[in-house]
C-alpha cells in the first residue's frame, strides 16, 4: 500500500514536471520575438518563481492550495536536480524563492500569481515580463556596466599596485620591504575608490534619472 503510495506520488511529481517544461516551452517562444534585455539572475528567477505558480495550479486539481503550494516549491528543487543542477544549490534557490514569494502586504509575488492564474496558449510569462521593462535595476544594460566595473576594478587595481611597486623599487631602491608593500597597496585602493565613484556618477547621470516609479504589487 505505501509503496503504491510512493509510486504514485514519484508519477504525479514527474507529470508535473513535464507539465512545467511544456507550458515554459511555449512561453520561451512567445517572448523571443520581444528581445527583452534584463539582467540574467533577474530572468532565471522571474521564471523560476513562474515555473512555481504554473506547478501550483498543477497540484491544486490534487491537494488543497497551500500544500499544493508547498508541493510546487519541492518540485521545482527536483526539476533543478533533474536538469544537473547540484542538490544543495537547488535547495539554497528554492529557499531564497521561498523567502521573495510573498510580499510584505501578504500578497503573492507577481510572476508567482500570473504562473498559478496561467492558461493554455496565453503569454502570461510575456506579461510579467513586460511589468519590469522600465525598471533600470533590473536591466541587463546596467547588470553589463556592474560586471564591466567589477572587472576593471580588480584587474586595474592590481595592475597600479605591481606599478606602484615597481616604481618604487626602480627609482626608490632603499626603500624598506614595508614600505614599498604599503606604496603598492595605496595606489591599488586610490585605483579602486576613483573608479567606484567615477561608476557611481556614471550610475546616477545615466540610469538614476531614468528610473520610473515602483509598478505595485499584483494582488
Known amino acids: 500500500m505505501n509503496d503504491s503510495i510512493v509510486n504514485q506520488e514519484a508519477v504525479t511529481l514527474d507529470d508535473c514536471i513535464q507539465h ?24 532565471e528567477m ?12 498543477f ?11 508547498e508541493k510546487a516549491f519541492s518540485t521545482l528543487c527536483s526539476m533543478m536536480m533533474k536538469d544537473g543542477i547540484k542538490p544543495k544549490r537547488a535547495q539554497k534557490q528554492v529557499d531564497f524563492l521561498k523567502r521573495i514569494s510573498k510580499l510584505e502586504d501578504g500578497d503573492h509575488a507577481l510572476a508567482i500569481a500570473i504562473g498559478h492564474e496561467s492558461s493554455p496558449g496565453d503569454e502570461s510569462l510575456a506579461e510579467v515580463f513586460d511589468h519590469y521593462v522600465d525598471e ?4 541587463g544594460s546596467v547588470w553589463r556596466h556592474y560586471d564591466l ?16 611597486v615597481w616604481f618604487v623599487t626602480i627609482f626608490l631602491p632603499e626603500s624598506s620591504d614595508i614600505f614599498i608593500l604599503a606604496f603598492g597597496l595605496l595606489t591599488a585602493f586610490l585605483f579602486v575608490a576613483s573608479v567606484s565613484v567615477i561608476g557611481l556618477l ?6 538614476k534619472k531614468r528610473k520610473h516609479p515602483d509598478i505595485p504589487p499584483a494582488a
Request: avoid cysteine; aromatic fraction near 14%.
Open 20 to 43: 512545467a517544461k511544456v507550458v515554459l516551452d511555449e512561453q520561451i517562444a512567445h517572448i523571443k520575438s520581444k528581445k527583452y534585455d534584463f539582467a540574467p539572475q533577474f530572468k
Open 46 to 57: 522571474t521564471i523560476q518563481l513562474y515555473l512555481v505558480g504554473v506547478m501550483w495550479q
Open 59 to 69: 497540484y491544486e486539481k490534487h491537494d488543497s492550495t497551500e500544500i499544493a503550494r
Open 202 to 207: 556614471i550610475y546616477r547621470i545615466k540610469f
Open 136 to 139: 533600470i535595476g533590473v536591466s
Open 149 to 164: 566595473g567589477k572587472k576593471i576594478i580588480l584587474f586595474g587595481g592590481l595592475l597600479t599596485g605591481f606599478a606602484g
